[in-house]
């Protein structure tokens, strides 16, 4: 790692998300698994929006008639069977992609099966196979789902990774081989230069990245 290439970093970051332009500068929704589910089931195919908009405000609303902190997943679960309520509590009416059914009931259906599948607290979520099958059995949850679910609570699978390491291949010179142990001491030490948290400047770019994937249409 070199001084040149942090700066390198350093200016595609400015560049590419701008603090006061990017609304993902944050670390996501560290230690409150429901904050994490919700986000990841009504940030797909929808306008992320303002804390007063979009998915702020679905989790917001939640935040108003559960209190705080958003760590047990059994909340949401209770409403599986009756989604119609959650529908009024979170004011949102979306559907999920492939129109299966509304992003509200998914949300519900998913806890349940998260909870029955060991995982009701955000200290209890991993990246293996039996929580990622939990989840991604939900109709119109896939692994995206699972990705941003897992990355809004501090985890990183190996595609989110990708994601990084990619970002930092853009930033610095073509010829320049970067290995995903690289990608991470640059980006922390961009961070350092941005005065936020490794997790902050990870979660801003991983938003990015997914957002170019989908107006390219890579996967």
């Known amino acids: 790692m070199s001084t040149a290439h942090v700066r390198d970093l350093i200016d595609y970051i400015a560049a590419e998300l701008p603090r006061d332009a990017w609304p993902h500068w944050t670390e996501g929704w560290p230690r409150e698994i429901e904050a994490g589910l919700l986000d990841a089931a009504f940030s797909a195919?929808?306008?992320?929006?303002?804390?007063?908009?979009?998915?702020?405000?679905?989790i917001g609303r939640w935040r108003a008639h559960r209190g705080v902190p958003l760590d047990d997943l059994g909340a949401l679960s209770e409403y599986a069977d009756d989604p119609?309520?959650?529908?009024?509590?979170?004011?949102?009416?979306?559907?999920?992609?492939?129109?299966?059914?509304?992003?509200?009931?998914?949300?519900?259906?998913?806890?349940?099966?998260?909870?029955?599948?060991g995982c009701r607290r955000s200290s209890e979520l991993r990246d293996d196979d039996v929580l990622r099958s939990?989840?991604?059995?939900?109709?119109?949850?896939?692994s995206a789902t699972w990705e941003c679910?897992?990355?809004?609570?501090?985890?990183?699978?190996?595609?989110?990774?990708?994601?990084?390491?990619?970002?930092?291949?853009?930033?610095?010179?073509?010829?320049?081989?970067?290995?995903?142990?690289?990608?991470?001491?640059?980006?922390?030490?961009?961070?350092?230069?941005?005065?936020?948290?490794?997790?902050?400047?990870?979660?801003?770019?991983?938003?990015?990245?997914?957002?170019?994937?989908?107006?390219?249409?890579?996967?």
């Open 134 to 142: 939990a989840l991604v059995q939900i109709a119109g949850f896939g």
């Open 45 to 58: 195919r929808a306008t992320y929006g303002t804390p007063a908009s979009g998915v702020r405000a679905v």
């Open 149 to 219: 679910f897992v990355v809004q609570l501090g985890l990183h699978t190996p595609e989110s990774r990708c994601l990084l390491q990619d970002f930092v291949i853009d930033a610095v010179a073509p010829e320049v081989e970067v290995t995903n142990a690289m990608a991470e001491e640059l980006l922390a030490a961009a961070a350092v230069r941005f005065d936020v948290t490794a997790a902050t400047l990870s979660h801003a770019i991983w938003r990015y990245q997914r957002a170019q994937r989908r107006l390219t249409g890579a996967r």
């Open 84 to 117: 119609a309520e959650l529908i009024a509590v979170l004011g949102n009416r979306q559907r999920v992609p492939g129109n299966y059914t509304t992003k509200a009931e998914a949300v519900a259906l998913a806890a349940r099966s998260l909870v029955a599948a």
